[in-house]
């Protein structure tokens, strides 16, 4: 049996929940897939930014998102027991001039209940096997419960993650490097003297750390150095841990984002380290990029008006990631020289504000 759809979104991260919501309120028809049967519980991305947030506006979940979540307006860089340098993001001219900041699974929550709301249907247990593309367009096969099923898109949106099955049938790279040194992350319950609506980045002698409060006592510490946990400051006491994770970081951009008709976007089309946040923020940019370009039948140019933006991003993600990777020079200068962020900081203030809430380049959409 052959079902039609025009836009067929594969994976119901934030990428394709985002992508479904701007086509369904553009008018088009949609089909979400995930080969998940329950959405995932994990906090993973927990910062929002001012972009995403724009982008969002419109449909009204960026007001649900902050009702929410809670606003994060100052990042304090510190060693051992000493702030270094403290950045505010509450003076830049935006609507949003914050992250606001609340767990993955919370924004995916919010943005399943908007698609619902405009009738779409997270099609939830159901895998994409096989891609072949074709005159009248995009023979999709489908594993589920139910069978094999071949459903005939016009166009495909590939969200299904750093591993996308889409990209690998495509026969795109992933072109970019992983990192041998384990990053670590710990969503714990802490007692601790740091100020709880501020978020806190520790130079340690073997890598670097990021400490910030989710909710209640509820903080996640994620880093690179051995001991995280044994790093925290003085007067920390430490609870139950919520989740504990343990990763490699990849810095990868996919060689291509679209292939005749089908497209990538999201983590399926760029992995990178979670310093500043932008992962899912960048997904959920190509998704609005994508449904616009869509929507005014100018796909073709999805290619070249944002993979260029993705690299860019991603090569100051690799730049920015020599800091906490201890052996590196500009690593090991800053250890040797900490008074060194007081004066850049409040010198580099201006350019790392607007980066930090995605606002760091425009999105050119007009014909
Ligand atoms: C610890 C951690 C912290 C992070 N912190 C941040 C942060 O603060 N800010 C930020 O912006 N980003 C952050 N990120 C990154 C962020 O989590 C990802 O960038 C984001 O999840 C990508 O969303 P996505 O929708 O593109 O992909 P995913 O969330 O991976 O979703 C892909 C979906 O596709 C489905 N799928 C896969 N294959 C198939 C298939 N063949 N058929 C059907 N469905 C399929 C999967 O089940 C999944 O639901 C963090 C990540 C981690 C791990």
Redo the contacts with the bound molecule.
């Keep these: 049996m052959q079902a039609k759809t025009d836009v067929l979104i594969?994976?119901?991260?934030?990428?394709?929940?985002s992508a479904a919501l701007f086509l369904l309120d553009q008018g088009h028809r949609v089909r979400l897939?995930?080969?998940?049967s329950e959405p995932?519980s994990?906090s993973?991305?927990?910062?929002?930014?001012a972009r995403t947030l724009d982008l969002l506006s419109a449909s009204g979940v960026s007001e649900s998102f902050i009702a929410n979540g809670r606003k994060l307006e100052r990042i304090n860089i510190r060693r051992r027991g000493k702030v270094l340098g403290t950045l505010q993001l509450d003076d830049v001219a935006d609507e949003y001039p914050f992250l606001c900041v609340q767990s993955?699974a919370d924004s995916e929550r919010i943005l399943t209940e908007a698609v619902q709301e405009r009738s779409g249907v997270v099609e939830r247990g159901?895998?994409?096997?096989n891609l072949e593309q074709g005159d009248a367009g995009v023979e999709v096969t489908?594993r589920s419960s139910s069978g094999e099923q071949v459903i005939l898109a016009s166009t495909v949106f590939g969200?299904?993650?750093?591993?996308?099955?889409?990209r690998n049938l495509l026969g795109v790279d992933f072109e970019g490097t992983t990192y041998p040194e384990p990053w670590q992350?710990f969503d714990v319950e802490l007692e601790t003297p740091l100020p709880p609506d501020e978020a806190n980045i520790f130079l340690l002698a073997d890598g670097g750390m990021f400490v910030v409060r989710h909710a209640g006592n509820l903080w996640r510490v994620?880093g690179s150095g051995a001991d995280l946990l044994g790093a925290l400051p003085a007067g920390t006491k430490i609870g139950p841990v919520h989740w504990e994770?343990s990763?490699q970081v990849s810095n990868r951009v996919a060689a291509k984002f679209s292939h005749g008709r089908v497209h990538l976007?999201?983590?399926?089309a760029h992995?990178h380290a979670?310093i500043g946040?932008?992962?899912?923020?960048?997904?959920i940019e190509d998704a609005f990029v994508f449904a616009t370009l869509f929507d005014q039948g100018r796909l073709k140019d999805y290619e070249h008006l944002r993979r260029p933006i993705v690299q860019k991003v991603v090569r100051e993600i690799t730049r920015m990631m020599m800091v906490p990777r201890s052996q590196t020079l500009p690593g090991r200068i800053v250890r040797a020289v900490p008074a060194i962020v007081g004066v850049v900081l409040p010198l580099a203030r201006t350019r790392i504000q607007p980066w930090l809430l995605g606002l760091d380049h425009e999105i050119h959409l007009r014909h």
Excluded: C
């Excluded at 969200?159 to 889409?166: F, I, L, P, Q, R």
């Design positions: 594969v994976g119901a991260g934030p990428t394709g929940l897939i995930d080969r998940r995932s994990f993973k991305a927990f910062g929002v930014n993955q159901v895998e994409l096997t489908t969200a299904d993650g750093a591993t996308s099955t889409v992350l994620l994770s990763f976007g999201g983590d399926a992995t979670g946040a932008r992962g899912m923020n960048l997904g």
